[in-house]
């Protein structure tokens, strides 16, 4: 990696910490920046989570309160205010917001009209956050690192089938047998980012904004920019939304991709690899043959 990319790799994994309403800077973690100093060739770890970042009180609080929503905490902003944050609480009567604020796991975000935000500070944390929610879902929170440090060539290569190889070993690795994830795209795309995230060399990206809407996951390398929009499908039981099986899935992803010109990004000097993947709520996995360059 070149200085620039690693300086923006510790930006993005470690920064991003604020505790004062006033501060007009966001810190780094020093514990995290020290450690990769003292091993930068084991990569960005999560020095965080190896630290105590999954606490065992919040974990097991989690559990009895079976509504933890790790799509709502990673995805969009959550917004206090001042009063929420100097209040003091029974821990059977503390938001989940501010519990995950006081353990750590959000920082604050002020807005120029004086309004506060509740957001994980970095992709650090947010590994974490993912980590805390399989913890508090009986889930695993393991992933095949070797697959995944080794992702750059197959999707500089276009390799599609690799590259569904790699997802599905991350999903079998983490989900287990009882697990709802795959009622849910997002929560797969969720664990596959976390994943990703520390072990994979290269730029990711979820809920990226464009004029059109959000692109689902993006993983940029030296040479690729690869765009993917994820669609599952719904069997029948799921009584609240139409049934969809893996070819309307595919065509609907596809779709998506082409009317809001995912990735299309101006005077990019990566190639364009855009994939739509269908995730099969039956068989918990990635299909390779519903999996398409578009």
């Given at each position: 990696?070149?200085?620039?990319?690693?300086?923006?790799?510790l930006?993005?994994?470690?920064?991003?910490?604020?505790?004062?309403?006033?501060?007009?800077?966001?810190?780094?973690?020093?514990?995290?920046?020290?450690?990769f100093l003292?091993?930068?060739?084991?990569?960005?770890?999560?020095?965080?989570y190896?630290?105590?970042?999954?606490?065992?009180?919040?974990?097991?609080?989690?559990?009895?309160?079976d509504?933890?929503?790790?799509?709502?905490?990673?995805?969009?902003?959550?917004?206090?205010?001042?009063e929420?944050l100097?209040?003091?609480?029974?821990?059977?009567?503390?938001?989940?917001?501010?519990?995950l604020?006081?353990?750590?796991?959000?920082?604050?975000?002020?807005r120029?009209?004086?309004g506060?935000?509740?957001v994980?500070?970095?992709?650090?944390?947010?590994?974490?956050l993912?980590?805390?929610?399989?913890?508090?879902?009986n889930?695993k929170?393991?992933?095949?690192?070797?697959?995944?440090e080794?992702?750059?060539?197959?999707?500089?290569?276009?390799d599609?089938?690799?590259?569904?190889?790699?997802?599905?070993a991350?999903?079998?690795?983490?989900?287990?047998?009882?697990?709802?994830?795959?009622r849910?795209?997002?929560?797969?795309?969720?664990?596959?980012f976390?994943?990703?995230?520390?072990?994979?060399?290269?730029?990711?990206?979820?809920?990226?904004?464009?004029?059109r809407?959000?692109?689902?996951?993006?993983?940029v390398?030296?040479?690729?920019?690869?765009?993917?929009?994820?669609?599952?499908?719904?069997?029948?039981?799921?009584?609240?939304?139409k049934?969809?099986?893996?070819?309307?899935?595919?065509?609907e992803?596809?779709?998506q991709?082409?009317?809001?010109?995912?990735?299309?990004?101006?005077?990019?000097?990566?190639?364009?690899?855009?994939?739509?993947?269908?995730?099969?709520?039956?068989?918990?996995?990635?299909?390779?043959?519903f999996?398409?360059?578009?």
């Open positions: 990696m070149s200085k620039e990319a690693v300086y923006a790799r930006e993005q994994v470690y920064d991003g910490f604020q505790f004062a309403v006033e501060a007009k800077e966001t810190l780094y973690n020093p514990w995290s920046i020290l450690s003292k091993n930068p060739g084991d990569g960005f770890q999560n020095y965080w190896q630290s105590g970042g999954v606490s065992s009180l919040v974990a097991n609080y989690l559990k009895v309160r509504d933890f929503d790790f799509i709502r905490y990673t995805d969009r902003e959550i917004a206090v205010d001042r929420q100097a209040d003091r609480y029974e821990i059977s009567t503390i938001p989940r917001e501010i519990l604020w006081q353990a750590g796991y959000f920082s604050l975000r002020t120029p009209n004086g506060l935000r509740l994980p500070p970095n992709g650090e944390v947010e590994s974490s993912l980590r805390l929610y399989l913890v508090a879902n889930l929170p393991n992933a095949p690192r070797e697959l995944i080794n992702l750059v060539a197959p999707i500089d290569g276009k599609l089938p690799a590259i569904v190889q790699t997802f599905n991350v999903l079998n690795a983490c989900v287990s047998v009882h697990a709802a994830i795959f849910d795209e997002r929560s797969v795309r969720d664990i596959l976390a994943a990703l995230y520390l072990f994979a060399p290269l730029q990711l990206f979820k809920e990226r904004e464009s004029v809407g959000y692109s689902d996951l993006e993983l390398t030296r040479q690729t920019h690869m765009v993917i929009e994820f669609k599952r499908t719904r069997p029948s039981c799921e009584k609240e939304k049934p969809r099986n893996a070819a309307q899935s595919l065509a992803a596809i779709a991709i082409e009317s809001r010109h995912y990735g299309e990004v101006p005077f990019s000097v990566q190639n364009l690899f855009r994939v739509a993947m269908v995730i099969s709520t039956e068989e918990k996995r990635i299909l390779p043959e999996c398409r360059e578009v």
